[in-house]
T-cell receptor, first 117, second 116 residues
Framework: NAGVMQNPRHLVRRRGQEARLRCSPM?????VYWYRQLPEEGLKFMVY????????ESGMPKERFSAEFPKEGPSILRIQQVVRGDSAAYFC???????????????FGDGTRLSIL | AQKITQTQPGMFVQEKEAVTLDCTYD???????LFWYKQPSSGEMIFLIY??????QNATEGRYSLNFQKARKSANLVISASQLGDSAMYFC?????????????FGKGTMLLVSP
């Protein structure tokens, strides 16, 4: 049973370019979460999505960042016009549980390390 | 106030010894869950152990156990019989409430180095 798959593992962009990060949740998981980890920090929540819906984007910067989880295909975190401060590790997590059950851990992918030149 | 506090930036332990990594949390919600994750130098996040706020017993998973002291709001991770492969960053995280979805709040982590 494959885990959460993220690609690319490493991504290098120049300032002003766009970055697209992909996440395929574990089989049977319909809840996807994106987190960002700045150097020497813990992970910080960005956005929570279910298929075709953004449920909570309270941790997402208001500009340049967007996320989607289409009916078919992986979830995409998109960063437009990247700046140096966007350099970080971006982690995706997924969980299977329906509303009301909160004991399962979120399963994390290996992350995408984004470097901005 | 920080929701998750890990006061130890780094810890050193000798192989085969036990080590305790500290975590205190802050919440007014009676229903919450506490998690520990390991992040080795390769970068992935590995789930270790979970403790629910209503669990009567401390959680254990192999060499990992969670010393849950609810009144003190602490959830320390105990690793018994340390191995070289335990060297990594360790993050404590909390999920508050029993809502239909969970987002995790992470501490800043503790770097554990296990020496031979």
């Amino acid at each position: 049973n494959a885990g959460v798959m993220q690609n690319p593992r490493h991504l290098v962009r120049r300032r002003g370019q766009e970055a697209r990060l992909r996440c395929s949740p574990m089989k049977g998981h319909s809840h996807v979460y994106w987190y960002r980890q700045l150097p020497e920090e813990g992970l910080k929540f960005m956005v929570y999505l279910q298929k075709e819906n953004i449920i909570d984007e309270s941790g997402m910067p208001k500009e340049r960042f967007s996320a989607e989880f289409p009916k078919e295909g992986p979830s995409i975190l998109r960063i437009q016009q990247v700046v140096r401060g966007d350099s970080a590790a971006y982690f995706c997590a997924s969980s299977p549980f329906p509303p009301g059950q909160g004991t399962q851990p979120q399963h994390f992918g290996d992350g995408t390390r984004l470097s901005i030149l | 106030a920080q929701k998750i506090t890990q006061t130890q930036p780094g810890m050193f332990v000798q192989e085969k010894e036990a080590v305790t990594l500290d975590c205190t949390y802050d919440t007014s919600d009676p229903s919450y869950g506490l998690f520990w994750y390991k992040q080795p130098s390769s970068g992935e996040m590995i789930f270790l152990i979970y403790q629910g706020s209503y669990d009567q017993q401390n959680a254990t998973e192999g060499r990992y156990s969670l010393n849950f002291q609810k009144a003190r709001k602490s959830a320390n991770l105990v690793i018994s019989a340390s191995q070289l492969g335990d060297s990594a960053m360790y993050f404590c995280a909390m999920r508050e409430g029993n809502s239909g979805y969970s987002t995790l709040t992470f501490g800043k982590g503790t770097m554990l180095l296990v020496s031979p």
